[in-house]
């Protein structure tokens, strides 16, 4: 931020908080209380808070209540020294840095034509990054949470009923918030989204975990492998196999490498399976089916600034732009490339599918836009777990969605789309109401069709 956007007349008070209640050298425009309730209860229009003096938690106490209260977009500032909830407060400052800190705050405040008491879940998590140049949502490892990380500051910004997973989740998809910092990679069950994940090594061949590792031995006459102690007879070694006389290491038999026995099948083995088991919902999986996701501090992105300013976060139908998504110039570049190499290749096949909204404006007027949002995020996440990393999307209007498959049948597809769409969802009463259509070529394309005319004759149901 520049400090030349600063407004001739700063409105606003900053609010010290400490123990004595007593201001000190240096703290201009300032009141200091003891206590949360006094502040309240002066009626000061604050313009940043500043905690100083406080011992154990009562920091993050009072961060909290500050999240919760009114006043949950201005600044947080902790003086030097002081033990600092990072994930609820903007940092550590001198007083004066505080202060000038809160000033800037208010002046993008003031460009901004939001009112931050009406604003949606989603959208006070964008203007509270939007006041603060280069801010961060960081992530906080804890053992409690089902995904195992969690977004603190989202959580305190959330009110009753508000998801902060989905709300974040949300935001990802439609590219309003972008990632910066890795900061770990995670591993999920699919089935019920935990990410504690117990890995353990089984029987290959009957996936038994009693298994041990046991030296074996290998007879030369019939070829038999298994574990030393079966090889054991009244004080000498015979095969069990064949009953032949093993006498001589490197003549009769030897000792290949360590193997491992299972207890319950007695299958011999070099190599253990490993498998991960959930801890929440005990389901087993193959390490390979389950769903790795990238843990990021996450930042507002270009997108996410512009669509603040404009007022357009309410803008439902960006869910539907996954990381399938492409301009629809780009798109109809790709269904020319595929219609040019089938005429020639006609092992070449692709299905062209077109789902449209037919009653969003009905139920935008009737149920709110967040309701239609919460509806679209659905289904954009269902469609994007039924998507291959082969098909593209994209939109030609707000409320028509085409997708290319190649080498794809769409009728599974559009019914298992159908579907999710049938129930109201996101507590709304009325249901969106689709029409999906879809043709293959060969089959359903002209002699000659570019893919401007192929869209066309789809849309109008030709």
Known sequence: MNVEMMPAAVSGTMVVLRPSGQLVAGESRARAWNTWEAFVASGVEPLGFYLDGWQGDA???????????????????????????????????????????????LAVRRSLP????????????LYFLCLRDGAQLQPQC???????????MVEALARAGDDADACLAGLARRRLLEPAELVDRTRHCRTCGSAHIHYLDVCPHCTSIHIRKSPSLHCFACGHVAPEADFHAD??????KCSAMLRHIGVDYDRPLTQYA??????????????ARCLDCRTTAEPNALDVREISALRLSPQGRAALR????QESFAALDSTHYVPPADFRRMLDWALATQSRHDEMRFALMLVEFQNAAEVIEREGASRVFLMLDEFARRLHELLRTSDITTRTHEECLWMFLPFSLPEGLAARLQASLQGPAGGAAMPLRTRIRHLSVPGGARPGEQAAEL???LRDGA
């Open 235 to 240: 004080g000498a070694l015979s095969c069990p």
């Open 59 to 105: 920091p993050f106490a009072l961060a909290a209540r500050l999240r919760a209260s009114a006043w949950w977009d201005l600044p947080l500032f902790m003086a030097p020294g002081e033990s600092a909830p990072p994930w609820l407060a903007d940092g550590v400052a001198p007083y004066a840095a505080a202060l000038a800190a809160s000033e800037l705050c």
């Open 262 to 275: 299972c207890g319950s099948c007695h299958h011999v083995f070099v190599e253990t399976q490993v498998v």
């Open 114 to 125: 939001l009112d931050p008491a009406a604003l949606h879940f989603d959208e006070r998590v």
């Open 310 to 313: 404009a007022g357009q976060i």
């Open 455 to 457: 869209m066309a004759r």
């Open 142 to 152: 804890d053992r409690a949470s089902l995904a195992l990380y969690r977004y603190p």
